[in-house]
């Protein structure tokens, strides 16, 4: 009687605990959580060398812009990847580096110029990522979130076309 009583309490903690686990979440979806949550963090860590290293107001106004409204989204999609325990990136992926690397010995108008050209590539990439996940994405909350971040980055977009040459 007891080892029935032990069997039956190991299956029910098993079964709440199963219960209570996080959905899986698609390779997809997931992948864009990690992939946003990267440009994001990108996006944030070359607004804050902006405003050190930029010679333009309009480059440091676009800056400021860009951590505020990218470290915004990146805090409503950190809640949203705990919800779904979905892993956000940590840092920047290789590539994004290797661009933060690149623009940290650079100032003035060449820092303008190298700053600009890459907001105008990141955010037509960025803005493809969202797309894709707002029109094919599988988990539903992920999918309004890119939905819901659409408008801003296609505005970031257009920010970073407008910015003056130098």
């Known amino acids: 009687m007891m080892r029935s009583l032990t069997c039956l309490a190991v299956v029910l903690f098993t079964a709440t605990a199963f219960a209570q686990a996080p959905k899986s ?16 963090l990108t996006e944030v860590a070359l607004g804050k060398m ?8 309009s480059v440091k106004k676009f800056a400021a812009r860009m951590v505020e409204d990218h470290t915004r989204s990146n805090a409503d999609l ?7 325990g979905v892993q956000m990136a940590v ?28 907001m105008v590539r990141d955010h037509k990439l960025t803005t493809g990522l969202f797309q894709l996940e707002a029109d094919k994405g599988e988990d539903a909350e992920i999918r309004d979130f ?10 970031h977009e257009k920010l970073a076309d407008d910015l003056p040459p130098f």
């Open 50 to 57: 902006a405003a050190q290293q930029a010679s333009s107001d």
């Open 91 to 118: 840092a920047p992926e290789p590539a994004q580096q290797q661009e933060i690397d690149r623009l940290k010995d650079l100032d003035g108008a060449t820092f303008d110029r190298a700053y600009s050209d890459a």
């Open 78 to 84: 950190a809640k949203l990847a705990g919800s779904k």
């Open 25 to 40: 979440i698609a390779t997809a979806d997931a992948d864009f959580v990690r992939r946003a949550s990267s440009a994001g």
């Open 146 to 155: 890119a939905r819901s971040q659409l408008p801003v980055l296609k505005a």
